[in-house]
């Protein structure tokens, strides 16, 4: 059984800042690409920032220059600081582990809870 566990989110002003994490435990063989996305009332869930298990990282256009993904691979664990954060910033934000629990099974996607994360003008 896999877990995927979301921390960090809050309320917090225009132009603050705040960390999500996002650890992946439990019965795992082998993880692959880590990623945030956020789904904002309305709105599909869209991607905010991947990372791959090399470090290769990627952005929508919205948060570049103001959000940061980063991962430690020892603790299976994923994270996001959000900087100059922005009303439009307002969604419920889910972490996504790519991950395989045995050698010869296929990659599939876990997803966590989701963690809200609300930004006041």
């Known amino acids: 059984q896999v877990h995927v566990v979301e921390s960090g989110g809050g309320l917090v002003q225009a132009g603050g800042s705040l960390r999500l994490s996002c650890a992946a435990s439990?019965?795992?063989?082998?993880?692959?690409?880590m990623g945030w996305y956020r789904e904002a009332p309305g709105k599909q869930r869209e991607l905010v920032a991947g990372?791959?298990?090399?470090?290769?990282?990627n952005y929508a256009d919205s948060v570049k220059g103001r959000f940061t993904i980063s991962r430690d691979n020892a603790k299976n664990t994923v994270y996001l600081q959000m900087n100059s954060l922005k009303p439009e910033d307002t969604a419920v934000y889910y972490c996504?582990?790519?991950?395989?629990?045995?050698?010869?099974?296929?990659?599939?996607?876990?997803w966590g809870q989701g963690t809200q994360v609300t930004v006041s003008s």
């Open positions: 990372i791959t298990s090399g470090g290769a990282t």
């Open positions: 996504n582990a790519r991950l395989k629990i045995t050698p010869w099974g296929s990659w599939r996607d876990y």
């Open positions: 439990g019965t795992i063989f082998s993880l692959n690409d």
